[in-house]
Each structure stands twice: as C-alpha cells, then as structure tokens.
C-alpha cells in the first residue's frame, strides 16, 4: 500500500509540474501576441536605445510571469531557484537589486542588462549545467 501512495504521490507532482510548464507557456505566448517581436529584440547584447517601447514591454510581461518581477519589483529568489548558486543571486541582489524606474517597461529592460552582465561577468563554472 505505501508503494501505491508513493506512485500516487510522484504521478501528482509530474503531473503539478507539467501543468505548470503548460500555464507558463501560456503566458509567454501571451506576451508575444501582446508584443509582437521587432528585430531589435534579436539583437545579442541588446543596446536600451535600439529597444523598442513594445520590446520593453515584451521583457516586462515575460518577466513578470516568471515572476522574476515580482509587485513592481526584482524577485532575486525566482533567479536563485534557476541558477541553485546562492553565490550568483547575491550578486544580482547587490547589482542589480537598486535598479529602479517608474515606466515598468523601462524598468524591466534596465534589469534584464544588469542580469545580462551580471551572467556575463561571472564564470559559467558558477551556473548548473543541463546535463
């Protein structure tokens, strides 16, 4: 009988997690009908003024249903859980944890280039691997 509610119990978290993943797609593909994607949003080190208001916006929506903008502010735990290194999510608190600005859409693409230097600075040995 344990056995069986073992099963019953990993069968209802795959299941909780696939729905998840399910619901975050979602939202991401919510997003880009609101944000239709421009060339700007291609660019690999993107420059804040080639952005585009709507790109701006884009980076907000997205971030804000991976919840690493969280009421109006930077969610440093939703990072943490991603790169599981306490080390790195220090340095995105300190770096860019300060950053504020009253447009969201603003807001969210000044932060989106800190964490982009932040990871750029720090050695990829610090970040887990997909393996």
């Known amino acids: 009988m344990n056995s069986f509610c073992l099963f019953v119990f990993v069968a209802c978290v795959l299941f909780a997690s696939v729905s998840a993943n399910e619901i975050l797609v979602r939202q991401i593909r919510s997003c880009q009908k609101q944000f239709p994607k421009s060339e700007s949003r291609t ?8 952005l ?3 790109d701006k916006c884009y980076l907000n929506c997205i ?3 991976q919840k690493v903008i969280w009421n109006g502010g930077f969610n440093v735990d939703a990072l943490e859980f991603n790169v599981n290194n306490p080390k790195i999510a220090d340095k995105f608190r300190k770096q860019c944890g300060p950053i504020r600005h009253t447009d969201k859409c603003e807001y969210a693409a000044r932060l989106q280039k800190c ?4 990871i750029r600075k720090t050695p990829t040995s610090h970040f887990p691997t997909l393996d």
Do not use: S
């Open 115 to 118: 964490i982009e230097i932040v």
């Open 63 to 65: 971030m804000t249903v």
């Open 52 to 54: 585009t208001k709507d």
């Open 43 to 50: 660019l690999p080190d993107f420059d804040l003024d080639l």
